[in-house]
């Protein structure tokens, strides 16, 4: 295990992810119900853009301080306010910090809702421990999610969302998370998966879409966009995220959100490259 999320917290991947995990989680909270929030590969929860790791790579450089200084249309500044509210005052603070996705649910959740946030990395779960230690709704779990997640199926609440989010350090990572989430469904069909991919190359790309299309769920909605033309498949072209039963109105917020962050981050020509569904019917 290599991989650090330090040195690329903020940056445009993880820019996309988490607009799209916010825009979930505010819809999850429009009913009164409580509901769960699943993190499978958490990272720390909270970074220092100060800190050296950032320093080194200043991939927030090309991400989240992007975000805002070219202003958004009023629609899209809507839907993404409460996530850029957190970033800008964590950002102001001395030394700057930036939100990953578990510091995201804990802040745009309720008391009634619950997080289980899960990491390998002992010391990254460490962090992560101390800094929701105050926390009666959370609980981290130190330990390998593919092995953790199916105990953590059906959530009591029945309703909520597990955010999949690996490293993709591993070149059979592709299948061993569309087979984890074919045990996950069986479990809990009715949950909300969002998983993240890298886009290296096209092929590995559509074989792991047509793996999730071919899953038992119910709708899933496929997001990408590009920060360089797919020519070369030795570097992080764009990223996406294919979402599991996703609640009704993303879909159009997400094409008002693509249009406006992929030129932010495209080089080269590239940019919005899809939004629409890999599965539209609903389970039968
Ligand atoms: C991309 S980072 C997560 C970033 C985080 N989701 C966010 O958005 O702020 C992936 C994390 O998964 C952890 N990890 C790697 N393999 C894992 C596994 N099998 N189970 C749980 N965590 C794992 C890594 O240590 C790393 O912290």
């Not at 769960?36 to 790579?57: F, M, S, W």
């Not at 289980?116 to 981290?140: I, M, W």
């Not at 999949?164 to 998966?193: C, H, M």
Request: with cysteine.
């Amino acid at each position: 295990m290599n991989y650090r999320h330090a040195f690329h917290a903020g940056n445009f991947a993880d820019v996309l992810k988490h607009i799209v995990l916010a825009r979930i989680l505010i819809h999850l909270k429009a009913k009164e119900a409580p509901f769960r929030v699943i993190d499978t590969h958490a990272g720390t929860g909270l970074y220092n853009l100060e800190g050296d790791e950032a320093q080194r790579t200043g991939e927030w450089q090309e991400g989240v301080a992007l975000v805002g200084r070219q202003p958004p249309p009023p629609q899209v500044g809507e839907l993404i306010a409460p996530w850029l509210q957190l970033c800008g005052n964590l950002m102001a603070q001395k030394p700057p910090l930036y939100p990953g996705s578990p510091w995201i649910s804990s802040d745009l959740t309720r008391a009634q809702d619950h997080l289980v946030f899960c990491e390998k990395h002992p010391e990254d779960a460490g962090r992560l421990r101390r800094n929701f230690e105050r926390s009666k709704r959370v609980k981290v779990m130190e330990g390998d999610a593919w092995k953790l997640l199916p105990g953590l199926l059906p959530p009591p609440e029945r309703r909520g969302l597990v955010l999949v989010d690996p490293p993709y350090e591993q070149d059979n990572e592709f299948k061993v998370i569309a087979d984890a989430l074919a045990g996950a469904l069986k479990r809990w069909s009715t949950g909300i998966y969002a998983v993240w991919y890298p886009i290296k190359g096209m092929r590995e790309v559509e074989n792991f879409a047509n793996r999730l299309a071919a899953l038992p769920a119910g709708r899933t909605l496929r997001f990408e966009i590009s920060r360089y033309k797919v020519q070369r498949v030795d570097r992080l072209n764009g990223c996406g995220m294919i979402i599991l039963n996703p609640p009704w109105k993303l879909e159009d917020e997400l094409r008002a959100i693509g249009d406006y962050l992929a030129p932010l981050f495209a080089k080269e020509g590239a940019g919005f490259l899809r939004l629409d569904w890999l599965k539209e019917e609903e389970k039968r």
